[in-house]
């Protein structure tokens, strides 16, 4: 059975600060994505990554994939308050056939505070 | 057409009761997902379909819950004899098969609560 773990589950930082974020899996899999979510809010995609080595930047955000330790990372640069969200890792096994139900962490609850 | 649209956005009802929640993907995607999400929990993977075929259903979808998608368009989830424990979020999520990067795109969600 696939798990995935995410740490911190909670964090409170200061506007300017830099932070990292981790989601473990446990299996092998070949896809892994990243989410965020605001209150009451649907899923937004933030990135997609597919292979060892994978880095993708958008902003003040960096995810990056290490699949022969079955880590991702996401990291966050110089954070200002609109950032504050609960962010999300999701892996899943490609199958030939596109996006096969994935399997989420528990998230990330993030406060960034001016 | 502006994304993966569910409906009701919200539902109140008594346990016991059936409940019915539909999804409309974006126009061009042939998969569809239906995914489960508790508070200060990431969402549960149920069931999806590739075009009219359910394909993978989860452990978590028990004999009460069915999903149908008929024409490979919409889709409904059924909750029978509805529990307090069947109270949630279930959000909807639509794909493109057959691209190596493709994503999901999530629905607002149907809120559940079962009083």
């Known amino acids: 059975e696939l798990k995935v773990e995410q740490n911190p589950l909670f964090l409170s930082m200061q506007e300017g600060k830099n932070y990292t974020i981790y989601c473990n899996y446990s299996t092998t899999s070949d896809r892994l994505y990243w989410y965020r979510q605001d209150p009451g809010k649907s899923l937004e995609s933030l990135f997609v990554?597919?292979?060892?080595?994978a880095v993708k930047q958008e902003g003040r955000l960096m995810a990056s994939l290490d699949t022969k330790a079955r880590l991702s990372t996401l990291h966050i640069t110089a954070a200002v308050h609109d950032l504050s969200a609960t962010y999300f890792c999701a892996v899943g096994v490609y199958s030939g056939g596109g996006a096969d139900g994935l399997t989420f962490g528990k998230g990330t609850h993030l406060i960034i505070q001016p | 057409d502006t994304g993966v649209s569910q409906n009701p956005r919200h539902k109140i009802t008594k346990r016991g009761q059936n409940v019915t929640f539909r999804c409309d993907p974006i126009s061009e995607h042939n998969r569809l997902y239906w995914y489960r999400q508790t508070l200060g929990q990431g969402p549960e993977f149920l069931t999806y379909f590739q075009n009219e075929a359910q394909l993978e259903k989860s452990r978590l979808l028990s004999d009460r819950f069915s999903a149908e998608r008929p024409k490979g368009s919409f889709s409904t989830l059924e909750i029978q004899r509805t529990e307090q424990g069947d109270s949630a979020m279930y959000l909807c999520?639509?794909?493109?098969?057959?691209?190596?990067?493709?994503?999901?795109?999530f629905g607002q969600g149907t809120r559940l609560t079962v009083v």
């Open positions: 990554l597919l292979s060892n080595g």
């Open positions: 999520a639509s794909s493109l098969a057959g691209l190596e990067d493709t994503e999901a795109f």
